[in-house]
Nanobody, 115 residues
Framework: QVQLVESGGGLVQPGGSLRLSCAASRNIFSIYVMGWYRQAPGKQRELVAT???????NYADSVQGRFTISRDAAKNTVYLQMNSLKPEDTAIYYC?????????WGQGTQVTVSS
């Protein structure tokens, strides 16, 4: 099992930046895929970005070139650097880990992009 705790959300103006963190309760070295998802009001949860143990990254088209996912195994943490934020990026952002074929989710962190 693994517990995930997200942090770093908040209110930011359009064009601004935020960095989200996802701290895991165990070593993430053996967790093949970790990722970030988001859910806006009235919409389904959607993939934002994933990263594998081999540092292979995958991004949603809507965030490509603006967001960067990274993982630090020494700190058991996955990050999401978000630049050039837009109002449509407003959502609750969730961290996910796939471990032994089972998905684990964090509780989410709110990101609001507004002037």
């Amino acid at each position: 099992q693994v517990q995930l705790v997200e942090s770093g959300g908040g209110l930011v103006q359009p064009g601004g930046s935020l960095r989200l963190s996802c701290a895991a309760s165990r070593n993430i070295f053996s967790i093949y895929v970790m990722g970030w998802y988001r859910q806006a009001p009235g919409k389904q949860r959607e993939l934002v970005a994933t990263i594998t143990t081999g540092a292979r990254r995958n991004y949603a088209d809507s965030v490509q070139g603006r967001f960067t996912i990274s993982r630090d195994a020494a700190k058991n943490t996955v990050y999401l650097q978000m630049n050039s934020l837009k109002p449509e990026d407003t959502a609750i952002y969730y961290c996910k880990a796939d471990l032994d074929g089972y998905p684990y989710w964090g509780q989410g962190t709110q990101v609001t992009v507004s002037s």
